[in-house]
């Protein structure tokens, strides 16, 4: 069965501090597709980044970046130089294809930006 | 952003009455979703469906009746429920019914609290 673990339950930071998330994922699926997602204070989930099981590219978007790496079974997810914007709950998930368009989440990683 | 709205923003009921959740995706998807995040559990994925039809019970309790009476709408009718209810009931709507490759868009949530 699939499973999201995000160990970090919460994490505080100083303003500029860099800071990494960790996911760790499991499935017996060769085809899947691993997703971050960001919900500020407001409630809604916000979509970051989806990778797929054959990309192990690891990608970089502004201040955001991500290093998937299967032989661990990771997907993590680093903000670099964070804000206090960037205070929120930000959630790991994975689908499988054999699964379709279920996904599971990781409990989430409180961050907290202090300013 | 106004691409999945949700109403009502927050809701009180006592457990013999009857309510519903609403939910409207303006994305032109053709997959919707209904999620409940509580406070102590990751976020648990509860109905799925795909073009109209209901394709995952997440082992919901009967008490939850959903209701999708077409690709942009998508209803939860909530009757005698339990304080243990009570929680943040988020609706998501995705392109490609069925596969796993699409992320979800997700809408404010209905803040529910069971007296």
């Known amino acids: 069965a699939q499973k999201v673990t995000q160990a970090q339950t919460e994490i505080s930071v100083v303003e500029k501090e860099d800071v990494t998330l960790d996911c760790v994922y499991e499935?017996?699926?060769?085809?899947?597709?691993l997703f971050w997602y960001k919900q500020p204070p407001s409630g809604e989930l916000v979509f970051l980044i989806r990778?797929?099981?054959?990309?192990?590219q690891n990608e970089i978007s502004g201040r955001y970046s991500w290093n998937f790496q299967k032989s661990t079974s990771s997907f993590n997810f680093t903000i670099t130089a964070s804000q206090v914007v960037d205070s929120a709950v930000y959630f790991c998930?994975?689908?499988?294809?054999?699964?379709?368009?279920?996904?599971?989440f990781g409990a989430g990683t409180i961050l907290r930006v202090k300013s | 952003e106004t691409g999945v709205t949700q109403t009502p923003r927050h809701l009180v009921m006592g457990m013999t009455n009857k309510k519903s959740l609403k939910c409207e995706q303006h994305?032109?998807?053709?997959?919707m979703y209904w999620y409940k995040q509580s406070a102590k559990k990751p976020l648990e994925l509860m109905f799925v469906?795909?073009?109209?039809?209901?394709?995952e019970n997440n082992s919901v309790p009967s008490r939850f009746s959903p209701e999708c009476p077409n690709s942009s709408h998508l209803f939860l009718h909530l009757h005698t429920l339990q304080p243990e209810d009570s929680a943040l009931y988020l609706c998501?709507?995705?392109?490609?019914?069925?596969?796993?490759?699409?992320?979800?868009?997700f809408g404010p949530g209905t803040r529910l609290t069971v007296t």
């Open positions: 469906y795909n073009f109209k039809e209901q394709t």
């Open positions: 994305l032109g998807h053709n997959a």
């Open positions: 499935t017996r699926d060769t085809t899947y597709y």
């Open positions: 998501a709507s995705s392109q490609g019914a069925g596969q796993a490759y699409n992320e979800q868009y």
């Open positions: 990778r797929n099981s054959f990309d192990e």
């Open positions: 998930a994975l689908s499988e294809a054999m699964n379709g368009n279920k996904l599971v």
